[in-house]
């Protein structure tokens, strides 16, 4: 299941690159189509983000903190998408977006148990 989660948010990203590329490129009915393409990948970030919390609920606090800093990841992506989209300033988003999604892989990849840090 974890191949299915790091994929789909590989594909949330760079989805999220061609919605805010097309919104500036004044592409709406593009970038409109990508957006709700995307929108559908986040059900596929939320089930596989789900299938995995289940399988490590009792790994502690920090697969609590992972699932809330993916949850501020998947908002912010989507608030950031939607301000560019409407063409309104969106840098507290894309800042929200960055640190929620460093905190996210640092959780996921240094502390969680298919991680790549040795324990």
């Given at each position: 299941?974890?191949?299915?989660?790091?994929?789909s948010?590989?594909?949330?990203?760079?989805?999220?690159?061609?919605?805010v590329?097309?919104?500036?490129?004044?592409?709406?009915?593009?970038a409109?189509?990508?957006?709700?393409?995307?929108?559908?990948?986040?059900?596929?970030?939320?089930?596989?983000?789900g299938?995995?919390?289940?399988?490590y609920?009792s790994?502690g606090?920090?697969?609590?903190?992972?699932?809330?800093?993916?949850?501020?990841?998947?908002?912010?992506?989507?608030?950031a998408?939607?301000?560019?989209?409407?063409?309104?300033?969106a840098?507290?988003?894309?800042t929200?977006?960055?640190?929620?999604?460093?905190?996210?892989?640092?959780?996921?990849?240094?502390?969680?148990?298919?991680?790549i840090?040795?324990?």
């Amino acid at each position: 299941m974890a191949h299915l989660h790091i994929t789909s948010w590989v594909l949330a990203f760079i989805l999220l690159a061609i919605v805010v590329s097309l919104a500036k490129k004044g592409n709406e009915k593009g970038a409109k189509i990508t957006q709700m393409i995307l929108r559908l990948d986040y059900l596929l970030i939320l089930y596989s983000g789900g299938s995995l919390f289940a399988s490590y609920a009792s790994y502690g606090p920090l697969v609590i903190i992972k699932l809330l800093a993916g949850l501020w990841a998947i908002a912010s992506m989507e608030m950031a998408a939607v301000k560019t989209y409407k063409h309104k300033p969106a840098g507290i988003w894309w800042t929200q977006f960055i640190i929620a999604v460093a905190i996210a892989l640092i959780l996921g990849f240094g502390f969680l148990p298919m991680g790549i840090l040795p324990r």
